[in-house]
């Protein structure tokens, strides 16, 4: 479970989704009330009366520095400092403790992970979607899509993934439309629809005779010794002597000599 207050990034759509598949509950304080999230303010407080006033004599201080100075300060100082409470350093406490970690993914899949999700339009023409203002080509395979699904930070659209929209996997990497490239005309040939990844088509079906499912059924029914459900019809005689199709007996005359072309 995590904790946080209800800041912009934390209620972003890429920290939510992140959260949700790195199966990670998101519980959010209530609003104006930072003794909810006492523990992480005094952290901050930290943050600022200590680390904050040992960085302020550099003059051309980066955000690769700043990262870097507080994991050394947090791993040296804070983590190793008695905490009056506890009697003892929170590293200390954390090591006694029983675990609950579990291990962490590579920075690759909590890229992949921290990114939003939607729907866009491609684009038949060229074969491109646009995502923030920008157009991403798609591989030509993936020309019959007309709504793709794909996934991706805001703050970073160097790539964007397709996704399967029914299993969620990443199908390929998107990349920005070379705009210099596309303007001279040339074109890719176009892949195949299957490079092996799809469905093989069905083999032609073998004469086998009757099914052994259905065989089994026939043979249980004549077990039984019931009559057949279907009785067929005699055929019809085709002998000129036979006394059934000769017989005329019956026949009477017709009251008006059109009635027999009635029937």
């Known amino acids: 479970m ?11 759509a890429e920290t939510q989704e992140g959260l949700s598949r790195l199966s ?6 209530l609003p104006y009330t930072p003794e909810q999230n006492a523990k992480q303010e005094v952290f ?17 201080l980066t ?21 009056r409470e506890l009697g003892m350093s929170p590293l200390e406490r954390s090591l006694k403790g029983p675990s609950v970690g579990r291990p962490s993914p590579s920075t690759e899949a909590l890229k992949s992970a921290f990114r939003l999700t939607t729907e866009r339009v491609q684009r038949r023409s060229d074969g491109t979607i646009s995502v923030e203002g920008r157009r991403f080509e798609l591989p030509s395979r993936f020309r019959t899509l007309l709504n793709p699904k794909v996934r991706y ?6 790539s964007v993934e397709l996704v399967d929209p029914y299993t969620d996997k990443v199908l390929d990497l998107l990349f ?38 259905l065989r089994e ?18 055929p019809k005689s085709t002998d000129a002597n036979d006394d059934t199709s000769t017989d ?8 008006n000599p059109h009635d027999d072309e009635i029937f």
Do not use: C, F
Not at 186 to 208: C, T, Y
Not at 248 to 255: A, E, G
């Open 24 to 29: 990670i509950t998101h519980v959010t304080t």
């Open 217 to 234: 059924m026939l043979r249980d029914y004549a077990e039984t010794g019931l009559p057949s459900a279907y009785v067929p019809l005699p």
């Open 153 to 158: 930070a805001r703050w970073d659209l160097s």
């Open 63 to 83: 955000l690769e520095q700043l990262n870097h100075a507080t994991v050394v300060w947090a791993e040296r100082e804070y983590n190793r400092k008695t905490h």
């Open 176 to 213: 920005p439309l070379d705009k210099q490239r596309n303007a001279t005309g040339k074109r890719r040939e176009l892949e195949p629809l299957s490079d092996g990844q799809g469905p093989e088509p069905s083999p032609e079906p073998i004469a086998s005779g009757i099914a052994p499912a």
């Open 2 to 12: 995590l904790l946080t207050d209800n800041g912009k990034p934390m209620l972003a």
């Open 248 to 255: 005329t007996s019956d026949k009477t005359t017709p009251l």
């Open 44 to 60: 901050w407080a930290q943050v600022e009366g200590r680390l904050m006033a040992m960085l302020e004599g550099e003059p051309q």
